[in-house]
């Protein structure tokens, strides 16, 4: 496994971790906790940038004196080791301070997407106790009502804001910050929400041991060295921008340049502008680069590594891209939110050969196949992937049941079908639960099939994807109504209220006919997705 990566592994040994006392690979010297790749960081490029975006640019020295600052004003406000607070905030340089800030205090971050409506970023402040928030400014009214969530003592926002403190008082504050909390490695540093089968989303509590592992795997598969200059295309609240990006380049000294939302030409521009070196993005977003036609007239000569996934990426695309960057060496990654991002990486030299595959498991990963009866299936079988290593979160947030349910001696289990071949490669088939994968943001049919429910003209839902080209899968609902003469935009406008825009369904058939089941009961979506396949379906939303 060792000569599949771009660096030699470092030594690696088995240590017991978790309350579960899980046997697991880890790196044998490490960082022990996500404030130590910051001060990492200065000690080694202090000079040099570590966050680019909207114009201004902050060296690590830079970076590290407003962590210190904000951190002191926070203690001052009285937030300490172990509170939870939450970052409704999009790629910005406050929420990379704000999240370090939080490292050296021993705070839990939370991170939010500013897609999420009212109720969702209402129900995650709830559950999790949080003790304070920071808000962009436009998204204040989503914040909990009075009584709505008595804990949440602290509402900072960007400017000064109706029942928040503004984000630059805190940052003006002259006050000493306290040294470096003491962590342990166990110590949850992120809490991660991920939408589960049930309609609620489950907290993941991501570990320091988690993300320095994560780290150090991008690190070790990739080469990653001083100088790396990463683009942040997706959202600094998801695993991927947070892990491997944000903490990856705080591990080897490079640079962030943000984002905050993608589109291809000012994404080109900026690439060519900064010198980039790395991405990690969705397929989609290479196939829009490509559509733009000027790669090869660009002097994109940095962009070194190309990381994708949250879906395949065409053979066309592999080819296209080979054929325009010949430079540029693609990775396909797989993992999720409970792995702390990366399981697998393809190694850049199987890319074009394997488009089929998710590579091979990062060094101190455990991958396995297994049956329904739970027996470990061989090479070329198919069964659920399940998932073994330091960078599998401990469980979720007050959510024991939950955590019983996922994860056996370590394992996680993914609700992935898939299977490994004689060589180790992973290839991910199709999942067990209903997830909808639309551009590399996962959509779960229950949540939204619930959420229509609540409207009183429905009397049944079911949620499917339909095929796109663009971004994979869109968001497709079969809508049984009880009251005739409603429209899909009214119930499209009553998702809207509720979720976030890209779980809203985008197309709808709407029928008074039952939908089609089972002896079980169960709704036969197969047989939906190929109706809505066919049926281009009733939409409002274009």
Known sequence: ?????????????????????????????????????????????????????????????????????????????????????????????????????????????????????????????????????????????RLPRVGEAPQLRLRVSLSPQPGCVAYHTLVAAAARPPPPAAVGEEDTAVILY?????????????????????????????????????VVAVPLSHVTGLVAQLYTMARCAGTLVLMDAFKAPAFLELAQRERITHTIMVPAMYALCLLRGDLAARDLSGWRLGAYGGAPMPPATIAALAQQLPDLMLMNAYGATETTSPTTLMPPRETATRSDSVGKPVPCAEVKIVAGDGRELGPGETGEIWIRGPMVVGGYW??????TAAITDGWWHSGDLGRLDHAGFLQVLDRLKDVINRGGYKVYSSEVEAVL??????????????????????????????????????????????????????????????????????????????????????????
């Open 1 to 141: 496994m060792t000569a599949a990566w771009l660096a030699p592994v470092p030594a690696i040994r088995d240590e017991v971790h978790y309350a579960d006392r899980r046997r697991v690979r880890c790196f044998a010297f490490r960082p022990r906790s996500v404030y130590a790749l910051l001060e990492a960081a200065v000690a080694r490029q202090p000079d040099e940038d570590a966050v680019i975006a909207a114009g201004e640019r902050l060296s690590w020295r830079e970076l590290e004196r407003r962590t210190r600052v904000l951190a002191a004003s926070l203690a001052g406000q009285g937030i300490g080791c172990g509170d939870r607070i939450a970052l409704l905030l999009g790629n910005r340089i406050e929420f990379v301070v704000a999240t370090f800030a939080l490292a050296r205090l021993g705070a839990v971050v939370v991170p939010l997407s500013i897609r999420s409506q009212q109720p969702e970023v209402v129900y995650a402040l709830q559950d999790c106790g949080a003790a304070g928030v920071f808000v962009e400014d436009d998204l204040v009214d």
């Open 194 to 230: 991920t939408s589960g089968t049930t309609g609620r989303p489950k907290g993941a509590m991501i570990s320091h041991l988690n993300i320095v592992h994560s780290t150090l795997h991008y690190e070790v598969c990739m080469a990653l060295g001083l100088g790396e200059r990463s």
């Open 398 to 403: 007050a959510n024991e049941a939950a955590t």
């Open 453 to 542: 429910a609540q409207h009183p003209a429905v009397l049944d839902a079911a949620i499917v994807g339909k095929p796109c080209p663009v971004l994979g899968e869109r968001v497709h609902a079969f809508v049984v109504l009880g009251t005739p003469g409603v429209e899909a935009a009214v119930l499209q406008a009553f998702c809207a209220e509720r979720l976030s825009d890209y779980k809203v369904p985008e197309t709808m058939a709407l029928t008074s006919e039952p939908l089609p089941r089972n002896a079980n009961g169960k709704v036969m979506k197969r047989q939906l997705r190929e109706a809505g396949a066919a049926d281009p379906g009733l939409s409002s939303r274009q």
